[in-house]
């Protein structure tokens, strides 16, 4: 008897090691994102406002590149604030510090870190976050004005965080001291998306006045804490359309306004961009003979990418019948039943499926116009 309690007691122990084990390979394990590149340029997947112990941040600075990689993302900006800085009882702070802690680890995982601060201001003129800052210490200056002119100074991007965050119900407003910092030429960007708040009146700022969007976390506490990683969820992210992927080639990119905004199923930015990461992440095949009854044909349409594409029928044609609704499931292949309407085709015959991706959002209101080119094989 006593055997027995020994050996299941042995037994118990080598299922709890075998699932400690299992349960560490999948924590650091990275989930890759797949959004395809754009003609020219590469697609990078960016988040440039984060936290640490070195501001209001909950974590040690590694533990944001850990979750950088394990989350797929490129690269990541630790933008401490350099004038709110609550932990210092219980640390020395050091501007910069929270950069230098991070090189070993980033090159060993491959991320990219871009230097930054965040310039924390009461309203108006709000927070503001520096890239590619050189020299942190400069930047602590009483005149607000100062402070964004010795970022420029050192070629940092500048742009505007969370608009929206001290107004009521998110009612933008556009300050005086924004038009200033704007008409200097110091401001460069706008957070469009903060966490999980999605700003229509940024985003109509940032095509108006010709400002790069922009779409971060802002993430405090540690990332799971605030997305369900693991039940497929994803933080927010800037998409950097870069030549080349370095520090160099996204501070580029930025400053070229390259860019779009992934938030939870929608993406935000520009036609030029959203329109070729729609049409390179879909696949058509059409089998031939196609044997469907009535004249039909069926299309398999996959989607390699990380968005499920939800499409509405722009128009109708007589020739051809369509759903007016279709879901291109991210990462699956759907089957469309395309249906002959007046039997006017026979055999191999290019059409063309006019939707709008409803989620792919090229201003506030308006979604992207695709025109699917098929070929249709309908029986003779």
């Given amino acids: 008897m006593k055997s ?23 924590l650091r394990s990275r989930s890759e994102i797949t959004f395809p590149d754009v003609p020219g340029f590469i697609t990078l997947k960016c988040d440039l406002h984060t936290h640490t112990v070195f501001s209001d941040g909950l974590v040690w600075p590694t533990v944001r590149i850990e979750e950088a990689w394990r989350e797929g993302l490129d690269a990541i900006a630790i933008s401490d604030h350099i004038e709110y800085l609550p932990h210092t009882n219980d640390m020395i702070i050091k501007h910069g510090r929270s950069y230098q802690l991070t090189t070993n680890l980033a090159t060993s995982l491959d991320i990219l870190v871009v230097p930054a601060a965040e310039i924390t201001r009461k309203e108006p003129p709000g927070h503001w976050n520096a890239l590619f800052v050189t020299n942190i210490d400069a930047l602590v200056q009483t005149n607000y004005f100062d402070v964004v002119s010795n970022g420029f100074i050192q070629g940092a991007f500048i742009f505007w965080n969370h608009p929206g965050w001290k107004q009521p119900d998110w009612k933008s407003v556009w300050y005086k001291e924004q038009e200033i910092v704007y008409r200097r030429g110091h401001l460069a960007g706008i957070e469009i998306v903060n966490g999980n708040k999605y700003d229509p009146i940024s985003h109509q ?5 010709k400002l790069t969007m922009l779409g971060n976390t802002d993430i405090h506490s540690p990332i799971l804490m605030d997305y369900d990683v693991s039940g497929g969820k994803h933080r927010p992210m800037t998409l950097v359309f870069a030549k080349e992927r370095t520090l160099n080639g996204i501070k580029d990119a930025l400053f070229a306004r390259r860019s779009a905004v992934w938030l939870e199923n929608n993406l935000y930015g520009d036609e030029e961009f959203l329109s070729p990461l729609f ?15 009535r004249g039909n044909t069926l299309l398999h349409i996959k989607n390699s990418s990380p968005i499920s594409y939800e499409l509405v029928l722009r128009k109708t044609a007589k020739e051809i019948s369509l759903p007016k609704k279709l879901m291109l499931v991210a990462g699956k292949t759907v089957l469309l039943e395309v249906r ?10 290019e059409v063309i499926l006019p939707y709008n991706v409803t989620n792919l959002v090229t201003k506030p209101g308006e979604s992207l116009p695709v025109d699917i080119k098929v070929t249709l094989n309908f029986l003779k």
């Fill in 279 to 293: 049409y390179r992440s879909i696949q058509i095949y059409t089998p031939k003979p196609n044997l469907r009854p």
């Fill in 205 to 209: 700022w940032a095509i108006d006045k």
């Fill in 340 to 349: 002959n309407g007046t039997n006017k085709y026979s055999g191999p015959t």
């Fill in 4 to 26: 027995n309690k020994i050996l299941y007691f042995v037994f118990v122990l080598a299922l709890l090691s075998v699932s400690v084990i299992n349960a560490q390979n999948v």
